[in-house]
């Protein structure tokens, strides 16, 4: 089984809608990141945890909330879903220790297009 | 900010090529450099990690080196297989208050032709 898992893997919506993508993870990592992705231009951060009472904003956290209900889950919702925010969205994980040497674990991401 | 720049943006080479995909950041102050590798349909995968004291690290026929003075690192590809056609991507590690967050570049999507 993946560590990192992102439903649902696809979303067709319309605008106004709300969404929540979902991530959860086996690693038993305190941090949790969601990123989304757009053609060239690479990951952005949007919201990311260093554990469950740690929430922090991004770069592009306009638009999105997030909640970490539990150490393995870490929820993206876009409260009223717009069509820029159409784009491949991704979690990821990491674990605690000396930043050297800290990588990141990223989901398979969800494809989100907002119609 | 953190601006990191990934040349070229797609490169299509012959099998059993050596080549090289560049990456340069705007802040040296950085904790490590990552390469990731992201094929489609799947998230991305970590390849190599520099940390910010080493000059350079190596996985089977990929050799990631770092230069921090000149905001330079170059993934270097030996011997390319079909295998390898993905996308590339790299980031650069942030310390102090933006401890562990990661700067993406956008990617060379490489294509390597039988």
């Known amino acids: 089984d993946a560590d990192v898992t992102q439903t649902p893997r696809n979303r067709i919506t319309k605008t106004g809608k709300r969404i929540m993508l979902e991530c959860s993870q086996t690693k038993g990592h305190d941090r949790m990141y969601w990123y989304r992705q757009d053609p060239g231009l690479g990951l952005r951060l949007i919201y990311y945890s260093f554990d469950v009472k740690d929430i922090n904003k991004g770069e592009i956290s306009d638009g999105y909330s997030v909640s970490r209900q539990a150490q393995a889950k870490f929820s993206l919702s876009l409260e009223s879903a717009i069509p820029n925010q159409t784009a491949l969205y991704f979690c990821?994980?990491?674990?605690?220790?000396?930043?050297?040497?800290?990588?990141?674990?990223f989901g398979p991401g969800t494809r989100l297009t907002v119609l | 900010k953190q601006e990191v720049t990934q040349i070229p943006a797609a490169l299509s080479v012959p099998e059993g090529e050596n080549l090289v995909l560049n990456c340069s950041f705007t802040d040296s102050a950085i904790y490590n450099l990552q390469w990731f590798r992201q094929d489609p349909g799947k998230g991305l995968t970590s390849l190599l990690l520099i940390q910010s004291s080493q000059r350079e690290q190596t996985s089977g026929r990929l050799n990631a080196s770092l230069d921090k003075s000149s905001g330079r690192s170059t993934l270097y590809i030996a011997a390319s297989q079909p295998g390898d056609s993905a996308t590339y991507l790299c980031?650069?590690?942030?310390?102090?208050?933006?401890?562990?967050?990661?700067?993406f570049g956008q990617g060379t999507i490489l294509t390597v032709h039988p």
């Open positions: 990821a994980t990491s674990e605690p220790g000396r930043a050297s040497t800290d990588t990141q674990y």
């Open positions: 980031a650069a590690s942030a310390g102090g208050t933006s401890y562990g967050k990661l700067t």
